[in-house]
Nanobody
Framework: HVELVESGGGLVQAGGSLRLSCVAS????????MGWYRQAPGKQRELVATVTSGGHINYADSVKGRFMISRDNAKNLVYLQMNGLKPEDTAVYYC???????????????WGQGTQVTVSS
């Protein structure tokens, strides 16, 4: 029922910028904790940035000062603005939603299908 759809990935030269978007449906978006994760070939999926329903933001050390996460609850959107891109940022970027459903059900996690970001040197 919950669907997350990412967009905005592509090929960019080192030092360039991209803005990823994730639109959510089937959920009360403003209550969700949202995040961006990435996975490079042969590596584990890793946290990039998160923003809670209360607006608390966390970044991976590797992207601090370069990436910015934001959300537009009225449009069910979460963004990842990526500046100063480096080849090591190359990965599939995934949108994640954590939906809290009370103490009995707990938190349900949903993932988008991902969008490819490739940074050339």
């Amino acid at each position: 029922h919950v669907e997350l759809v990412e967009s905005g990935g592509g090929l960019v030269q080192a030092g360039g910028s991209l803005r990823l978007s994730c639109v959510a449906s089937g959920t009360i978006f403003d209550r969700n904790d949202m995040g961006w994760y990435r996975q490079a070939p042969g590596k584990q999926r890793e946290l990039v940035a998160t923003v809670t329903s209360g607006g608390h933001i966390n970044y991976a050390d590797s992207v601090k000062g370069r990436f910015m996460i934001s959300r537009d609850n009225a449009k069910n959107l979460v963004y990842l603005q990526m500046n100063g891109l480096k080849p090591e940022d190359t990965a599939v970027y995934y949108c994640r939603a954590d939906e809290f459903n009370g103490p009995r059900i707990g938190t349900l996690t949903f993932w988008g299908q991902g969008t490819q970001v490739t940074v050339s040197s």
